[in-house]
């Protein structure tokens, strides 16, 4: 559980920096994260 949240906070970070470049995506970002790294936990 903590090895998914770690690797989760790691993933966060690149999904972050790929919503940087894409404005468009930015406003799709802070949605999709919860949701993703949820089922991971």
Same mark, same amino acid.
């Given at each position: 559980?903590?090895?998914? +949240?770690?690797?989760? =906070? =790691?993933? !966060?970070?690149?999904?972050?920096? +790929?919503?940087?470049?894409?404005?468009?995506?930015?406003?799709? !970002?802070?949605?999709?994260?919860?949701?993703?790294?949820?089922?991971?936990?």
């Amino acid at each position: 559980l903590l090895t998914w +949240f770690s690797f989760s =906070l =790691l993933i !966060q970070p690149k999904l972050l920096t +790929f919503t940087t470049t894409n404005p468009p995506l930015n406003k799709t !970002q802070p949605t999709k994260p919860t949701p993703w790294t949820w089922p991971w936990t």
